[in-house]
Protein backbone atom coordinates (compact mmCIF):
# COMPACT_ATOMS: atom_id res chain seq x y z
CA UNK A 1 0.00 0.00 0.00
CA UNK A 2 1.64 3.17 -1.16
CA UNK A 3 1.77 6.57 0.78
CA UNK A 4 -1.31 7.94 -0.85
CA UNK A 5 -3.49 5.86 -0.45
CA UNK A 6 -2.44 4.98 3.45
CA UNK A 7 -2.88 8.68 3.62
CA UNK A 8 -6.60 8.70 2.06
CA UNK A 9 -7.63 5.52 3.99
CA UNK A 10 -6.37 7.04 7.57
CA UNK A 11 -8.11 10.39 6.71
CA UNK A 12 -11.38 8.54 5.80
CA UNK A 13 -11.23 6.44 9.09
CA UNK A 14 -10.57 9.07 11.66
CA UNK A 15 -13.58 10.81 9.57
CA UNK A 16 -15.60 8.20 10.28
CA UNK A 17 -14.78 7.57 13.67
CA UNK A 18 -15.13 10.67 14.76
CA UNK A 19 -18.45 11.47 12.72
CA UNK A 20 -20.15 8.56 14.24
CA UNK A 21 -19.52 8.75 17.66
CA UNK A 22 -19.93 12.51 17.98
CA UNK A 23 -23.81 11.98 16.23
CA UNK A 24 -24.27 9.01 18.22
CA UNK A 25 -23.51 10.95 21.65
CA UNK A 26 -26.03 13.40 20.87
CA UNK A 27 -28.57 11.03 19.77
CA UNK A 28 -27.69 9.12 23.56
CA UNK A 29 -27.79 13.12 24.61
CA UNK A 30 -31.67 13.69 22.96
CA UNK A 31 -32.66 9.85 24.33
CA UNK A 32 -31.94 10.75 28.20
CA UNK A 33 -33.26 13.88 27.82
CA UNK A 34 -36.64 12.25 25.69
CA UNK A 35 -36.60 9.74 29.19
CA UNK A 36 -35.89 12.44 31.43
CA UNK A 37 -38.44 15.28 30.85
CA UNK A 38 -42.06 15.61 29.84
CA UNK A 39 -41.48 16.20 25.92
CA UNK A 40 -38.44 17.18 23.64
CA UNK A 41 -38.24 20.89 22.93
CA UNK A 42 -38.76 21.83 18.87
CA UNK A 43 -35.01 22.97 18.33
CA UNK A 44 -33.89 19.53 20.52
CA UNK A 45 -35.98 17.66 18.02
CA UNK A 46 -34.78 19.09 15.02
CA UNK A 47 -30.92 18.93 16.11
CA UNK A 48 -31.55 15.01 17.35
CA UNK A 49 -32.96 14.42 13.86
CA UNK A 50 -30.19 16.29 12.15
CA UNK A 51 -27.70 13.86 13.96
CA UNK A 52 -29.65 10.75 12.93
CA UNK A 53 -29.47 12.00 9.76
CA UNK A 54 -25.80 12.52 9.54
CA UNK A 55 -24.88 8.94 11.21
CA UNK A 56 -27.13 7.68 8.57
CA UNK A 57 -25.08 9.28 5.80
CA UNK A 58 -21.59 8.11 7.20
CA UNK A 59 -22.57 4.51 8.17
CA UNK A 60 -24.01 3.90 4.25
CA UNK A 61 -20.80 5.64 2.64
CA UNK A 62 -18.22 6.72 4.67
CA UNK A 63 -17.77 3.33 6.55
CA UNK A 64 -17.91 0.88 3.14
CA UNK A 65 -15.51 3.96 1.22
CA UNK A 66 -13.20 3.28 3.80
CA UNK A 67 -12.92 -0.43 3.81
CA UNK A 68 -12.69 -0.25 -0.06
CA UNK A 69 -9.71 2.59 0.57
CA UNK A 70 -7.93 -0.44 2.76
CA UNK A 71 -8.64 -2.65 -0.18
CA UNK A 72 -11.38 -4.84 0.57
CA UNK A 73 -13.81 -5.81 -2.65
CA UNK A 74 -16.88 -6.96 -2.85
CA UNK A 75 -18.31 -5.81 0.09
CA UNK A 76 -22.03 -5.76 -1.58
CA UNK A 77 -23.76 -7.54 -3.90
CA UNK A 78 -26.42 -6.03 -6.57
CA UNK A 79 -29.29 -5.91 -3.65
CA UNK A 80 -26.70 -4.54 -1.33
CA UNK A 81 -25.77 -1.70 -3.33
CA UNK A 82 -28.97 -0.62 -4.03
CA UNK A 83 -30.03 -0.37 -0.26
CA UNK A 84 -26.91 1.38 0.84
CA UNK A 85 -27.06 4.01 -2.17
CA UNK A 86 -30.61 4.84 -1.50
CA UNK A 87 -30.19 4.92 2.63
CA UNK A 88 -27.30 7.26 1.28
CA UNK A 89 -29.63 9.42 -0.67
CA UNK A 90 -32.12 9.58 1.61
CA UNK A 91 -29.60 10.93 4.46
CA UNK A 92 -27.70 12.81 2.79
CA UNK A 93 -31.18 14.72 1.37
CA UNK A 94 -32.52 14.91 4.84
CA UNK A 95 -29.41 16.85 6.28
CA UNK A 96 -29.79 19.50 4.09
CA UNK A 97 -33.71 19.64 4.08
CA UNK A 98 -33.47 19.76 8.15
CA UNK A 99 -30.58 21.94 8.42
CA UNK A 100 -32.79 24.11 6.56
CA UNK A 101 -35.79 23.10 8.50
CA UNK A 102 -33.86 24.85 11.76
CA UNK A 103 -32.73 27.66 9.96
CA UNK A 104 -36.36 28.44 8.99
CA UNK A 105 -37.95 27.73 12.31
CA UNK A 106 -35.40 29.81 14.54
CA UNK A 107 -36.32 32.80 11.73
CA UNK A 108 -39.89 32.52 12.72
CA UNK A 109 -39.07 32.31 16.32
CA UNK A 110 -37.22 35.14 16.69
CA UNK A 111 -39.12 37.19 14.21
CA UNK A 112 -41.23 40.08 15.79
CA UNK A 113 -44.59 39.05 15.91
CA UNK A 114 -47.28 40.24 13.77
CA UNK A 115 -50.43 39.84 12.60
CA UNK A 116 -49.46 36.50 10.53
CA UNK A 117 -46.57 35.46 12.74
CA UNK A 118 -48.97 35.68 15.83
CA UNK A 119 -51.04 32.31 14.89
CA UNK A 120 -47.96 30.56 13.24
CA UNK A 121 -45.73 30.80 16.40
CA UNK A 122 -48.19 29.11 18.60
CA UNK A 123 -48.27 26.55 16.25
CA UNK A 124 -44.32 25.91 15.28
CA UNK A 125 -44.16 22.54 17.90
CA UNK A 126 -47.16 20.90 16.33
CA UNK A 127 -45.73 21.29 13.08
CA UNK A 128 -42.07 19.74 13.84
CA UNK A 129 -43.47 15.89 13.13
CA UNK A 130 -45.52 16.08 9.94
CA UNK A 131 -42.67 18.07 8.36
CA UNK A 132 -40.41 15.44 9.52
CA UNK A 133 -42.87 12.79 7.88
CA UNK A 134 -42.75 15.18 4.55
CA UNK A 135 -39.34 15.41 4.51
CA UNK A 136 -38.89 12.10 4.34
CA UNK A 137 -41.46 11.69 1.78
CA UNK A 138 -40.09 14.00 -0.36
CA UNK A 139 -36.48 12.66 -0.62
CA UNK A 140 -37.66 8.86 -0.71
CA UNK A 141 -39.45 9.79 -3.92
CA UNK A 142 -37.03 12.04 -5.35
CA UNK A 143 -34.33 9.11 -4.45
CA UNK A 144 -36.35 6.70 -5.56
CA UNK A 145 -34.31 6.39 -9.27
CA UNK A 146 -30.77 5.62 -7.51
CA UNK A 147 -31.28 1.69 -6.68
CA UNK A 148 -32.05 1.24 -10.35
CA UNK A 149 -28.53 2.39 -10.97
CA UNK A 150 -27.06 0.71 -8.39
CA UNK A 151 -24.86 -2.21 -8.82
CA UNK A 152 -21.75 -4.06 -7.92
CA UNK A 153 -18.90 -3.55 -9.28
CA UNK A 154 -18.34 -5.88 -12.46
CA UNK A 155 -14.68 -7.00 -13.61
CA UNK A 156 -13.24 -4.55 -15.91
CA UNK A 157 -13.40 -1.41 -17.68
CA UNK A 158 -15.87 1.03 -15.67
CA UNK A 159 -18.11 2.19 -18.64
CA UNK A 160 -19.12 5.65 -18.98
CA UNK A 161 -21.42 7.79 -17.56
CA UNK A 162 -20.97 5.64 -14.60
CA UNK A 163 -20.23 6.42 -10.43
CA UNK A 164 -16.91 4.26 -9.65
CA UNK A 165 -17.60 4.27 -5.57
CA UNK A 166 -15.49 1.57 -5.27
CA UNK A 167 -17.38 -0.51 -3.18
CA UNK A 168 -20.64 0.50 -5.66
CA UNK A 169 -21.23 1.40 -8.97
CA UNK A 170 -24.05 3.97 -10.15
CA UNK A 171 -24.39 3.54 -14.15
CA UNK A 172 -26.67 5.96 -15.38
CA UNK A 173 -26.50 4.27 -19.00
CA UNK A 174 -25.95 6.97 -21.39
CA UNK A 175 -25.39 10.97 -20.47
CA UNK A 176 -29.23 11.98 -20.45
CA UNK A 177 -29.34 9.77 -17.53
CA UNK A 178 -26.36 11.22 -16.06
CA UNK A 179 -27.31 14.75 -16.41
CA UNK A 180 -30.34 14.85 -15.49
CA UNK A 181 -30.00 12.98 -12.36
CA UNK A 182 -27.28 15.14 -11.39
CA UNK A 183 -29.17 18.59 -12.27
CA UNK A 184 -32.53 17.28 -9.68
CA UNK A 185 -30.17 16.65 -7.02
CA UNK A 186 -28.57 20.07 -7.26
CA UNK A 187 -31.38 22.29 -8.12
CA UNK A 188 -33.08 20.20 -5.10
CA UNK A 189 -29.58 20.78 -2.66
CA UNK A 190 -29.95 24.59 -4.24
CA UNK A 191 -33.14 25.63 -3.67
CA UNK A 192 -33.16 24.37 0.55
CA UNK A 193 -29.40 25.63 0.82
CA UNK A 194 -30.79 28.99 -0.97
CA UNK A 195 -33.71 29.08 1.34
CA UNK A 196 -31.15 28.47 4.57
CA UNK A 197 -29.20 31.27 3.50
CA UNK A 198 -32.30 33.47 3.25
CA UNK A 199 -33.11 32.63 6.27
CA UNK A 200 -30.12 33.06 8.30
CA UNK A 201 -29.35 36.37 7.06
CA UNK A 202 -33.20 37.40 8.43
CA UNK A 203 -31.63 36.16 11.30
CA UNK A 204 -28.63 38.08 11.68
CA UNK A 205 -30.60 41.43 10.39
CA UNK A 206 -32.81 40.82 13.65
CA UNK A 207 -30.07 39.99 15.88
CA UNK A 208 -28.15 43.28 14.70
CA UNK A 209 -31.14 45.45 15.49
CA UNK A 210 -31.68 43.66 18.62
CA UNK A 211 -28.00 43.97 20.15
CA UNK A 212 -28.67 47.60 19.20
CA UNK A 213 -31.99 48.09 21.25
CA UNK A 214 -31.77 46.11 24.46
CA UNK A 215 -27.41 45.55 24.25
CA UNK A 216 -27.85 46.63 28.43
CA UNK A 217 -30.92 44.09 28.54
CA UNK A 218 -28.37 41.14 27.30
CA UNK A 219 -25.75 42.05 28.50
CA UNK A 220 -27.10 42.50 32.40
CA UNK A 221 -28.42 38.17 31.59
CA UNK A 222 -25.59 37.05 29.44
CA UNK A 223 -27.43 36.59 26.53
CA UNK A 224 -31.17 35.10 25.71
CA UNK A 225 -31.70 31.44 25.08
CA UNK A 226 -33.23 32.75 21.59
CA UNK A 227 -30.00 34.77 20.64
CA UNK A 228 -27.98 31.71 21.78
CA UNK A 229 -30.23 29.31 19.59
CA UNK A 230 -29.73 31.92 16.93
CA UNK A 231 -26.18 31.73 16.85
CA UNK A 232 -25.57 27.74 16.65
CA UNK A 233 -28.47 27.76 13.66
CA UNK A 234 -26.02 30.38 11.77
CA UNK A 235 -23.15 28.46 12.57
CA UNK A 236 -24.22 25.04 11.21
CA UNK A 237 -25.79 26.90 8.04
CA UNK A 238 -22.45 28.49 7.41
CA UNK A 239 -20.41 25.36 7.94
CA UNK A 240 -22.91 23.34 5.53
CA UNK A 241 -22.86 26.39 2.84
CA UNK A 242 -18.65 25.93 3.01
CA UNK A 243 -18.82 22.05 2.49
CA UNK A 244 -21.57 22.11 -0.10
CA UNK A 245 -19.96 24.98 -1.92
CA UNK A 246 -16.76 22.08 -2.26
CA UNK A 247 -18.79 19.11 -2.84
CA UNK A 248 -21.44 21.19 -5.58
CA UNK A 249 -18.12 22.17 -7.66
CA UNK A 250 -16.50 18.56 -7.92
CA UNK A 251 -20.06 17.28 -8.43
CA UNK A 252 -19.93 19.67 -10.96
CA UNK A 253 -16.88 18.72 -13.10
CA UNK A 254 -17.84 15.21 -12.65
CA UNK A 255 -21.01 15.95 -14.67
CA UNK A 256 -18.78 17.48 -17.46
CA UNK A 257 -15.79 14.77 -18.01
CA UNK A 258 -17.39 11.67 -18.95
CA UNK A 259 -14.29 9.52 -17.36
CA UNK A 260 -13.47 11.00 -14.13
CA UNK A 261 -10.40 9.88 -12.13
CA UNK A 262 -10.95 7.35 -9.05
CA UNK A 263 -9.43 10.20 -7.19
CA UNK A 264 -12.34 12.10 -7.89
CA UNK A 265 -15.51 10.64 -5.81
CA UNK A 266 -13.15 10.10 -3.22
CA UNK A 267 -12.47 13.82 -2.29
CA UNK A 268 -16.10 14.34 -3.08
CA UNK A 269 -17.26 11.76 -0.44
CA UNK A 270 -14.54 13.48 2.15
CA UNK A 271 -15.77 17.03 1.44
CA UNK A 272 -19.11 16.03 1.25
CA UNK A 273 -19.11 14.33 4.59
CA UNK A 274 -17.27 16.51 6.37
CA UNK A 275 -20.57 18.28 7.55
CA UNK A 276 -21.58 15.14 9.13
CA UNK A 277 -18.57 14.81 11.05
CA UNK A 278 -18.39 18.06 12.60
CA UNK A 279 -21.95 19.29 12.78
CA UNK A 280 -22.40 17.20 16.28
CA UNK A 281 -19.53 18.40 18.26
CA UNK A 282 -20.76 22.21 17.74
CA UNK A 283 -23.82 20.75 18.83
CA UNK A 284 -22.56 19.54 21.63
CA UNK A 285 -20.72 22.46 22.60
CA UNK A 286 -23.27 24.66 21.64
CA UNK A 287 -26.50 23.44 22.91
CA UNK A 288 -26.51 23.27 26.74
CA UNK A 289 -29.44 20.46 27.18
CA UNK A 290 -27.33 18.07 25.12
CA UNK A 291 -23.66 19.19 26.49
CA UNK A 292 -25.29 18.99 30.49
CA UNK A 293 -26.36 14.90 29.31
CA UNK A 294 -22.77 14.29 28.41
CA UNK A 295 -21.24 15.83 31.37
CA UNK A 296 -23.73 14.51 33.47
CA UNK A 297 -22.54 10.99 32.49
CA UNK A 298 -19.17 11.31 32.19
CA UNK A 299 -19.07 12.47 35.72
CA UNK A 300 -21.23 9.48 36.73
CA UNK A 301 -18.51 7.39 35.22
CA UNK A 302 -16.24 8.97 37.09
CA UNK A 303 -16.78 8.20 40.49
CA UNK A 304 -17.31 4.31 39.72
CA UNK A 305 -13.45 4.36 38.75
CA UNK A 306 -12.55 5.68 41.78
CA UNK A 307 -14.73 3.94 43.24
CA UNK A 308 -12.99 0.76 42.02
CA UNK A 309 -9.71 2.02 42.51
CA UNK A 310 -9.90 2.63 46.18
CA UNK A 311 -11.66 -1.07 46.59
CA UNK A 312 -8.76 -2.65 44.82
CA UNK A 313 -6.11 -0.93 47.60
Known sequence: MDLCVTIKGVSFLLQTGIGIFGNAMVLLA?????YTEP??????????????ANLMMLLTRCVPQ??????????????GCKVVIYAYRIGRALSVCITCMLSVFQAVTVAPAGPRLSRLKPAL?????????????????????????????????????TLN?????V??????????NGVAVFV????????????????????????????????SHGGGAETRAAKTVITLVVLYVVFFGIDNVIWIYMLTVAKVSPEVPDMKVFFSSCYATLSPYFIMSSNKKVKAKIICASEQEQPSVDTQESNDK
Do not use: E, Q
Open 30 to 34: CGHII
Open 171 to 180: DFRDNLSYVI
Open 66 to 79: TLTVFGLRHLLNDG
Open 188 to 219: RDFLFVGLMMGSSGYILVLLHHHSRKVRGIRR
Open 165 to 169: LGFCH
Open 125 to 161: PSLVLPTFAGLWLLNMAMCIAAPFFSMAPRNGTVPAF
Open 39 to 52: KLLPVDMILCHLAF
